[in-house]
């Protein structure tokens, strides 16, 4: 978890940083699986006003979503482009039990948007964010808070995950992209 002095401090950047993505300013939160991505990002909500948060859990296509090109190019196409153009936004729901999108959610185009999830500062994402954060914790408390979250029925998959997201870190500079870089515990 976040202490409070670091929150206060993300709170404050994001506060005084510029819109970059028409009149929404946008917030990226990355960094591998079960760091703390919405933990956070439900932090930040709680402490910014006309806020709204996107969990890219609801966007990715199933456990093997391409992290490199598949899926910037839907953000860009669902919301960025459509914010830049001061337009509001929408994006397709994934279910996970049918594994299809059954759903399209609106974000209005105006006031701080949080993306977060593995993925979400991808440079083609990024580079419209006022604010960029990454967070990481130890592997093996990682993976020990994926299970509690998801369930033991599902470790071949976070297994998997894991690996996967390993290789979108090591192909792109996220961390070093990051306007703040936070630890947890």
């Known amino acids: 978890m976040v202490s409070e002095f670091q929150l206060a401090q993300l709170v404050n950047a994001i506060k005084q940083s510029s819109k970059l993505c028409g009149a929404t300013k946008l917030v990226t939160i990355d960094g591998p699986a079960g760091s703390g991505k919405t933990t ?4 930040l909500f709680d402490c910014l006003e006309d806020c709204q ?7 990715y296509e199933g456990w093997n979503q391409d992290l490199i090109s598949d899926l910037p190019q839907k953000i860009e196409t669902w919301l960025l482009e459509k914010f830049k153009a ?3 936004g929408e994006y397709e729901k994934y279910n996970w039990i ?3 999108y059954d759903q399209v959610i609106q974000v209005a185009n105006n006031g701080i948007v949080i993306i977060e999830g ?3 500062s991808n440079p083609r994402i990024g580079q419209f964010s006022a604010i960029n954060i990454w967070i990481e914790a130890d592997k093996s408390v990682r993976l020990d808070r994926l ?3 998801d369930g033991e029925k599902y470790r071949a998959e ?4 894991l690996r996967h997201e390993s290789e979108y870190f090591g192909s792109l500079p996220i961390k ?3 306007h703040f870089q936070i630890q947890t515990d």
């Open 176 to 178: 070093n992209l990051a």
């Open 98 to 100: 049918t594994q299809q």
């Open 118 to 120: 593995v993925g979400a």
């Open 86 to 88: 001061g337009l509001p």
């Open 53 to 59: 948060v996107i969990h890219l859990d609801d966007i």
């Open 147 to 149: 299970i509690a979250r």
């Open 158 to 161: 976070l297994t998997t995950w």
């Open 40 to 43: 956070l990002a439900n932090q």
